[in-house]
T-cell receptor, first 114, second 113 residues
Framework: AQSVTQPDIHITVSEGASLELRCNYS??????LFWYVQSPGQGLQLLLK??????LVQGIKGFEAEFKRSQSSFNLRKPSVHWSDAAEYFC????????????FGQGTELSVKP | DAGVIQSPRHEVTEMGQEVTLRCKPI?????LFWYRQTMMRGLELLIY????????DSGMPEDRFSAKMPNASFSTLKIQPSEPRDSAVYFC???????????FGSGTRLTVV
């Protein structure tokens, strides 16, 4: 069965610093991978997704993620964090044969220091 | 487009009462998902529908939970009887089948006392 692991429960970075959030997946075939962001009291918003092709994908709000098959990873990055990026971030994997079912990681909470 | 609309936003109920959560998906989206979010278990898929038909309800915790989708524009998640351990945020999401671009509602925060 597919699974997603986000090793970091909570990360704190300074405003303007770079960010990398880790995500590892378990899946036999080429996975469909996603990053979502959740602000307090809100639903989840899609940041970016990877289906195939270029392994570096660009998303909204200046985020990007890189798919590395050899490491079963799909890490999220941003070169310069803004205070408004403080939120919870979820990595997810989908099985194309499961009709769109997404399996989410446990999430990483990002705090931004002034 | 108003997005995925969930109601109510907050629900406080007493143990043993029936609770009904509602969801209106985005028009044209034919897949609908119900998720539950708790601190302990994170985001769990409860059930999902394609073209109003339940496809996978293996995540529904027990018989107290039931979900329906009588038409393409409306779904309900019912808990009867409710228990304190059902307290969570319940999210509805929709997409076009095979798209995977889920749009989430703002959720219903359920508290069972």
């Amino acid at each position: 069965a597919q699974s997603v692991t986000q090793p970091d429960i909570h990360i704190t970075v300074s405003e303007g610093a770079s960010l990398e959030l880790r995500c590892n997946y378990s899946y036999g075939a080429t996975p469909y991978l996603f990053w979502y962001v959740q602000s307090p009291g809100q639903g989840l918003q899609l940041l970016l997704k990877y289906f195939s092709g270029d392994t570096l994908v660009q998303g909204i709000k200046g985020f990007e993620a890189e798919f590395k098959r050899s490491q079963s990873s799909f890490n999220l990055r941003k070169p310069s964090v803004h205070w408004s990026d403080a939120a919870e971030y979820f990595c997810a994997v989908a099985d194309g044969n499961q009709g769109g079912k997404l399996i989410f990681g446990q999430g990483t909470e990002l705090s931004v220091k002034p | 487009d108003a997005g995925v609309i969930q109601s109510p936003r907050h629900e406080v109920t007493e143990m043993g009462q029936e609770v009904t959560l509602r969801c209106k998906p985005i028009s044209g989206h034919n897949s609908l998902f119900w998720y539950r979010q708790t601190m302990m278990r994170g985001l769990e898929l409860l059930i999902y529908f394609n073209n109003n038909v339940p496809i996978d309800d293996s995540g529904m915790p027990e018989d107290r939970f039931s979900a329906k989708m009588p038409n393409a524009s409306f779904s309900t998640l019912k808990i009867q009887p409710s228990e304190p351990r059902d307290s969570a945020v319940y999210f509805c999401a929709s997409t076009r089948t095979g798209s995977y671009g889920y749009t989430f509602g703002s959720g219903t925060r359920l508290t069972v006392v």
